[in-house]
C-alpha cells in the first residue's frame, strides 16, 4: 500500500469558456488549471472538486476524456497526470426550524454525477452555480446520494452562518442520521482535539480539506491517506477503514489562523474577550460566534479521541509566512517539486541555500509550531505578528 495526500474540497470559479460556477472563487479556478496546480505544483495525487455538479464543467470534463487529457478511473474519479480528481458538489440545506448548512458529496463516476446533476437540478433555482440551496429535506439529499454510491460528507461543520453545527443543530443526531454519514469535515477553526470533545462524533472519520477559492489556497489542508492507490473505491475504503485501507494523519491550519476561531462582534469589528452574549466593548449582542465558543457550547465530554482516530499535524502553508511572497515560492516549488516537499520534508540547510537562512527557519518554526500567533474571527483570518528569536 502507499501514502497519497488528498484535498477533498476545492472550488471552480469558471469554466473555460468563463461561464460562472463559484461567484466568490478566482477566475482562475477552472477545472483544468486546478488539476494541474495539484498535479504540478502542490504534490497532492487526490483532489475532490465540488461543483462538478455544474453541467458546462461536465461538458468539460467529457470533452477532455475525448481528447485524451483525462481518463476516467475503472474504480472510479478522473485521471490527469498522477493527479486523481474525486468528482463532488456542495449543497446547502435548510430544514423548517434550521438555519442553512453546507453538505458534501462524492460521486463515483461521471455518470453517476450526471444523474444526481438532473435530480438537483429539479429543487434548486441555477444548478449551474456552486453551493445554492437544495429545496429538499436533509434525508432526500443523503437518500439520493446513497441511491447513486455517493459519499456524504457535512461541510466546514462549526464555522458560524452556513455548518450543522454553526447554524442548524447542537446535535446532528436529532437532525439526521448519523450512521448515514461517511465523514464530517472539520474546517479551518477546528481540529482534533477540539471535535472530540462532541461524542456524537465519536464513529466518523475526520476530514481536512483547503475549502480552497484560488489556485495558491490548495492544500492548506489536507489528508494523508494509506491505500493502494487513488481511486474512488479505495477512497470509500480509507473512510469505512476497510482491508487496512486508513487516514494516516490530518494536516490542517492551526486553528488560530482560522476565519472563525474566535467569537467577533459584527457591530464594532471586535474580537470579543468575555462569554457572555453581549460585546464586551460596544455593548451590542451583535456576534459571530467563533468556533471556539460554539464548541465549549455543545461539548459534552473533555477531548476522547476513538482508537482509529489519526493525529492532528498542524501546519503553517507558505503563503502564511510574513515576507514569503508568489515570486519566493515560485523559486521554492521549481527547486523541490512540491509545497508538501518544502513544508514537510527540505531540510533547513536545503531551503537556505536556494532562499536565505531567515526564511529557512521561519518554514522550520512553522514545523514545529513555535510562531506567534494573531487569532482570526469574524471572516478575518489570523496572521503570524511575531516572530521568536531565531536559532542558529
Ligand atoms: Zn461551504
Ligand atoms: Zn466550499
Same mark, same amino acid.
Given at each position: 500500500?502507499?501514502?497519497?495526500?488528498?484535498?477533498?474540497?476545492?472550488?471552480?470559479?469558471?469554466?473555460?469558456?468563463?461561464?460562472?460556477?463559484?461567484?466568490?472563487?478566482?477566475?482562475?479556478?477552472?477545472?483544468?488549471?486546478?488539476?494541474?496546480?495539484?498535479?504540478?505544483?502542490?504534490?497532492?495525487?487526490?483532489?475532490?472538486?465540488?461543483?462538478?455538479?455544474?453541467?458546462?464543467?461536465?461538458?468539460?470534463?467529457?470533452?477532455?476524456?475525448?481528447?485524451?487529457?483525462?481518463?476516467?478511473?475503472?474504480?472510479?474519479?478522473?485521471?490527469?497526470?498522477?493527479?486523481?480528481?474525486?468528482?463532488?458538489?456542495? !449543497?446547502?440545506?435548510?430544514?423548517?426550524?434550521?438555519?442553512?448548512?453546507?453538505?458534501?458529496?462524492?460521486?463515483?463516476?461521471?455518470?453517476?454525477?450526471?444523474?444526481?446533476?438532473?435530480?438537483?437540478?429539479?429543487?434548486?433555482?441555477?444548478?449551474?452555480?456552486?453551493?445554492?440551496?437544495?429545496?429538499?429535506?436533509?434525508?432526500?439529499?443523503?437518500?439520493?446520494?446513497?441511491?447513486?454510491?455517493?459519499?456524504?460528507?457535512?461541510?466546514?461543520?462549526?464555522?458560524?452562518?452556513?455548518?450543522?453545527?454553526?447554524?442548524?443543530?447542537?446535535?446532528?443526531?436529532?437532525?439526521?442520521?448519523?450512521?448515514?454519514?461517511?465523514? !464530517?469535515?472539520?474546517?479551518?477553526?477546528?481540529?482534533?482535539?477540539?471535535?472530540?470533545?462532541?461524542?456524537?462524533?465519536?464513529?466518523?472519520?475526520?476530514?481536512?480539506?483547503?475549502?480552497?477559492?484560488?489556485?495558491?489556497?490548495?492544500?492548506?489542508?489536507?489528508?494523508?491517506?494509506?491505500?493502494?492507490?487513488?481511486?474512488?473505491?479505495?477512497?470509500?475504503?480509507?473512510?469505512?477503514?476497510?482491508?487496512?485501507?486508513?487516514?494516516?494523519?490530518?494536516?490542517?491550519? &492551526?486553528?488560530?489562523?482560522?476565519?472563525?476561531?474566535?467569537?467577533?462582534?459584527?457591530?464594532?469589528?471586535?474580537?470579543?474577550?468575555?462569554?457572555?452574549?453581549?460585546?464586551?466593548?460596544?455593548?451590542?449582542?451583535?456576534?459571530?460566534?467563533?468556533?471556539?465558543?460554539?464548541?465549549?457550547?455543545?461539548?459534552?465530554?473533555?477531548?476522547?479521541?476513538?482508537?482509529?482516530?489519526?493525529?492532528?499535524?498542524?501546519?503553517?502553508?507558505?503563503?502564511?509566512?510574513?515576507?514569503?511572497?508568489?515570486?519566493?515560492?515560485?523559486?521554492?516549488?521549481?527547486?523541490?517539486?512540491?509545497?508538501?516537499?518544502?513544508?514537510?520534508?527540505?531540510?533547513?540547510?536545503?531551503?537556505?541555500?536556494?532562499?536565505?537562512?531567515?526564511?529557512? &527557519?521561519?518554514?522550520?518554526?512553522?514545523?514545529? &509550531?513555535?510562531?506567534?500567533?494573531?487569532?482570526?474571527?469574524?471572516?478575518?483570518?489570523?496572521?503570524?505578528?511575531?516572530?521568536?528569536?531565531?536559532?542558529?
Amino acid at each position: 500500500m502507499k501514502q497519497i495526500f488528498a484535498d477533498l474540497h476545492i472550488h471552480i470559479g469558471r469554466t473555460e469558456s468563463n461561464l460562472p460556477v463559484k461567484i466568490t472563487a478566482a477566475r482562475d479556478m477552472t477545472f483544468h488549471r486546478i488539476v494541474q496546480e495539484a498535479s504540478n505544483r502542490k504534490g497532492i495525487s487526490m483532489i475532490g472538486i465540488i461543483d462538478a455538479h455544474s453541467p458546462a464543467v461536465q461538458a468539460e470534463i467529457e470533452a477532455g476524456i475525448m481528447n485524451g487529457t483525462y481518463m476516467e478511473h475503472p474504480y472510479g474519479g478522473i485521471l490527469y497526470c498522477n493527479t486523481l480528481c474525486i468528482l463532488g458538489v456542495e !449543497v446547502e440545506c435548510k430544514e423548517a426550524h434550521t438555519g442553512p448548512y453546507h453538505m458534501l458529496a462524492y460521486f463515483p463516476t461521471l455518470a453517476k454525477i450526471k444523474e444526481f446533476t438532473a435530480w438537483i437540478a429539479q429543487h434548486m433555482k441555477n444548478v449551474q452555480l456552486s453551493t445554492q440551496r437544495l429545496y429538499q429535506p436533509v434525508s432526500s439529499f443523503i437518500k439520493k446520494v446513497k441511491d447513486l454510491q455517493g459519499l456524504v460528507v457535512p461541510a466546514h461543520i462549526f464555522t458560524p452562518f452556513k455548518s450543522l453545527y454553526g447554524s442548524a443543530t447542537t446535535s446532528i443526531e436529532d437532525l439526521l442520521d448519523i450512521t448515514s454519514l461517511d465523514a !464530517v469535515e472539520l474546517g479551518l477553526s477546528a481540529d482534533t482535539t477540539m471535535a472530540d470533545q462532541i461524542s456524537e462524533l465519536a464513529s466518523l472519520p475526520f476530514l481536512t480539506n483547503s475549502d480552497a477559492h484560488s489556485l495558491p489556497k490548495i492544500g492548506r489542508e489536507y489528508n494523508k491517506f494509506l491505500l493502494e492507490e487513488a481511486n474512488f473505491q479505495e477512497l470509500s475504503y480509507v473512510l469505512k477503514q476497510k482491508q487496512g485501507r486508513k487516514i494516516l494523519a490530518n494536516f490542517g491550519l &492551526n486553528p488560530f489562523l482560522g476565519k472563525y476561531y474566535e467569537t467577533f462582534c459584527s457591530t464594532c469589528k471586535q474580537q470579543k474577550t468575555s462569554s457572555t452574549i453581549f460585546c464586551s466593548t460596544c455593548g451590542k449582542k451583535k456576534e459571530v460566534t467563533g468556533v471556539k465558543d460554539r464548541i465549549a457550547m455543545i461539548a459534552d465530554q473533555p477531548t476522547t479521541s476513538p482508537t482509529f482516530r489519526p493525529p492532528y499535524i498542524h501546519q503553517i502553508p507558505l503563503a502564511f509566512l510574513p515576507k514569503v511572497g508568489p515570486k519566493t515560492i515560485t523559486k521554492l516549488i521549481e527547486h523541490f517539486g512540491s509545497e508538501m516537499n518544502i513544508l514537510h520534508h527540505a531540510s533547513l540547510q536545503e531551503i537556505s541555500e536556494i532562499t536565505n537562512t531567515q526564511l529557512a &527557519n521561519l518554514i522550520c518554526q512553522a514545523r514545529e &509550531n513555535t510562531l506567534a500567533v494573531q487569532k482570526g474571527g469574524g471572516g478575518t483570518y489570523g496572521k503570524i505578528i511575531s516572530l521568536l528569536p531565531i536559532q542558529q
